[in-house]
């Protein structure tokens, strides 16, 4: 054959498949070649090679086959792994946006009971005043009853006064006129006795 070269063994490295930009697959072919590079001279083969063992070539066939099946399972469990850790990595999304929107609901809870607190201290205070001023009311209406009872009081006391001082005006009429009668009679008398 021409340019035979050593047999050496490929390294077996399985490389991360990647994506291009566009979601097609990348595929990167590794390429060996001896150190002797592309200048080297050919050589003449001295003896025809012996034709191989096949067994040797079936038992390297069937180690590279069940080295592709092993690949090619570990390439599925990968990507079983690959997708697993895409739904944990979802999960872990959606807990981060729950723990965010409990820590929203939190604050908003708060602020809720903050102000239900304040609501409840302005109806006590509220209903202090309107106590206040029913009180306050209270003592109002029997201050007014209070007074319209000495108001009656005194217009009964007033209305007696007038009652009496009619009275008595009434009886120093009647005096006078028993008095101007009285002297009228007197001074008849005197008049006759004169």
């Known amino acids: 054959m021409g340019n035979e070269q050593p047999h050496r063994p490929r390294p077996n490295r399985r490389r991360p498949r990647g994506q291009a930009p566009d979601g097609t697959p990348v595929v990167r072919l590794d390429i060996y070649a001896s150190s002797e590079g592309a200048r080297a001279q050919q050589q003449q083969p001295q003896q025809a090679p012996e034709p191989p063992d096949t067994s040797e070539l079936d038992r390297r066939r069937a180690e590279l086959e069940r080295n592709e099946a092993s690949l090619a ?47 409840t201290e302005r109806t006590h205070e509220v209903r202090r005043l309107e106590q206040k001023l029913e009180e306050r009311e209270a003592k109002l209406d029997e201050r007014e009853a209070h007074i319209r009872l000495e108001l009656d009081l005194k217009e009964d006391e007033l209305e007696g006064r007038e009652q009496a001082v009619a009275d008595q005006e009434e009886r120093l009429v009647r005096k006078e006129r028993e008095l101007t009668t009285y002297v009228g009679q007197l001074q008849g008398r005197l008049t006759v006795a004169k």
């Open 73 to 119: 399972t570990r390439a599925r469990a990968l990507d079983q792994r690959e997708q697993a850790l895409a739904e944990r990595e979802k999960e872990l999304t959606e807990a981060h946006h729950a723990e965010i929107d409990m820590a929203d609901l939190e604050r908003h809870r708060r602020r809720l009971a903050a102000q239900e607190e304040a609501l």
